[in-house]
């Protein structure tokens, strides 16, 4: 195992501390499922992800402000709803659970932190999605914390802290998590979340033939055309089980050559949604370091400098590389 050298690249200071940042947000949203995610919990209670979302970004946003003052962060959540009167006591709790990593956490400072240096978009910003894949959070299966840095609109820093996977592709809810990080032009690598080893560097899959695709799906629906999934799958003729997933996990395990093909078609429901940045950023760059490639589905790169969402770009299309060509060949074929 050769550990990439990230003190001799471009953003050295950057990657060491989104490293930091992931594993201490990773960690504390995992502290918060484990303490309010019980069998008790009732069908449609979303409060532990309120808590652990505001809690993810308040700590982030406090590391940015002592890290990178000037840096604007892009991200999901503000602070209005919890300064409500009526969100008292969830103020209260999500304090007390940033005040585990960060000692100095009172209410006050956490609604500060949610919302340090909040823009839609700069030449230099870092974009964040405090837990990815509410649902496998609210589960008990896989979620992942999600930071990276995009400059002059394109991601040169991304982390995704998944810590339900090992080895960065393997799901296992009672491991030591995977911290995955892809510098560019440094390829992708994973260590523990626990930092107790060494970097092993990710790379995709060789697969060439399409029948035999590992088709990386969501257990969610909300965002994509299920039916039109499963046209295309016919379409390319793919007789391999798919692998449910949820979140920006996906990527790491493309990233890893334990999948080979990821889609985010346009829901009937919703044909204009485009996606949200820090949805596909850090795991954006997580494939294209690993040897994949990703596009949207006319195969457009990802145009990062349009603010929150990817104006520019209609839907999603991740691949191994080698099967690309294929997959959006057939996703026009399909009228995709």
């Given at each position: 195992?050769t550990d990439?050298?990230?003190?001799?690249?471009?953003?050295?200071?950057?990657?060491?501390?989104a490293?930091?940042a992931v594993r201490?947000?990773?960690?504390l949203?995992r502290?918060v499922?484990?303490?309010?995610?019980?069998?008790?919990?009732t069908?449609?209670d979303?409060?532990?992800?309120t808590?652990?979302?505001?809690?993810?970004q308040?700590?982030?946003?406090c590391?940015l402000?002592q890290?990178?003052?000037e840096?604007?962060?892009?991200?999901?959540?503000d602070s209005?709803?919890l300064?409500?009167p009526d969100e008292a006591?969830?103020?209260e709790?999500?304090a007390r659970?940033?005040?585990?990593e960060?000692?100095?956490a009172?209410?006050?400072a956490?609604?500060a932190?949610i919302?340090?240096?909040r823009?839609d978009?700069?030449?230099?910003?870092w974009t964040l999605?405090?837990?990815?894949g509410?649902?496998?959070?609210?589960?008990?299966d896989?979620?992942?914390v999600?930071?990276?840095?995009v400059v002059?609109g394109?991601?040169q820093?991304?982390?995704?802290?998944c810590?339900?996977?090992?080895?960065g592709?393997?799901p296992?809810l009672?491991?030591?998590?995977s911290l995955?990080?892809?510098?560019?032009g440094?390829?992708?690598?994973?260590?523990?979340l626990t930092?107790?080893?060494?970097f092993?560097r990710?790379?995709?899959?060789g697969q060439?033939?399409?029948?035999?695709a590992?088709l990386?799906?969501?257990?969610?629906?909300?965002h994509?055309?299920?039916?039109?999934?499963?046209?295309?799958a016919q379409?390319?003729?793919?007789?391999?089980?798919?692998?449910r997933m949820d979140?920006q996990?996906?990527y790491?395990v493309l990233a890893?050559?334990e999948?080979?093909?990821?889609?985010?078609l346009?829901?009937?429901e919703?044909?204009d949604?485009?996606?949200k940045?820090?949805d596909?950023a850090?795991g954006?760059?997580v494939l294209?370091?690993?040897?994949?490639c990703?596009s949207?589905?006319?195969g457009?790169?990802?145009?990062?400098?349009?603010?929150r969402?990817l104006?520019?770009?209609r839907g999603i299309?991740?691949s191994?590389?080698?099967?690309?060509?294929?997959a959006?060949?057939?996703?026009k074929?399909i009228g995709a």
């Open positions: 195992m990439p050298n990230f003190s001799a690249a471009p953003y050295a200071a950057e990657i060491q501390f490293l930091q201490r947000a990773a960690r949203v502290q499922q484990a303490e309010l995610v019980t069998p008790a919990l069908k449609g979303r409060s532990p992800v808590v652990a979302d505001f809690a993810s308040a700590l982030v946003g590391l402000s890290s990178f003052p840096d604007g962060l892009v991200a999901e959540e209005e709803a300064r409500q006591a969830t103020l709790q999500v659970f940033v005040k585990s960060l000692p100095q009172t209410p006050e956490v609604c932190w919302d340090h240096a823009v978009s700069a030449r230099r910003f999605d405090p837990i990815d509410t649902k496998g959070f609210l589960r008990g896989q979620y992942a999600a930071l990276a840095l002059a394109q991601v820093v991304g982390v995704l802290g810590p339900n996977l090992v080895g592709s393997q296992d009672y491991g030591p998590g995955v990080v892809a510098v560019r440094q390829g992708t690598w994973t260590t523990p930092g107790a080893a060494g092993e990710l790379l995709v899959s060439i033939d399409p029948a035999q590992r990386l799906r969501s257990f969610e629906s909300g994509t055309n299920v039916s039109q999934i499963d046209v295309f379409a390319l003729g793919i007789q391999a089980a798919p692998v979140s996990a996906k790491a890893a050559g999948g080979d093909l990821l889609l985010r346009l829901s009937p919703k044909p949604y485009r996606e940045i820090w596909q850090a954006s760059l294209e370091e690993a040897g994949g990703i949207d589905l006319d457009k790169a990802l145009d990062f400098s349009t603010g969402a104006v520019n770009n299309l991740a191994n590389y080698r099967l690309h060509d294929l959006l060949q057939a996703l074929n």
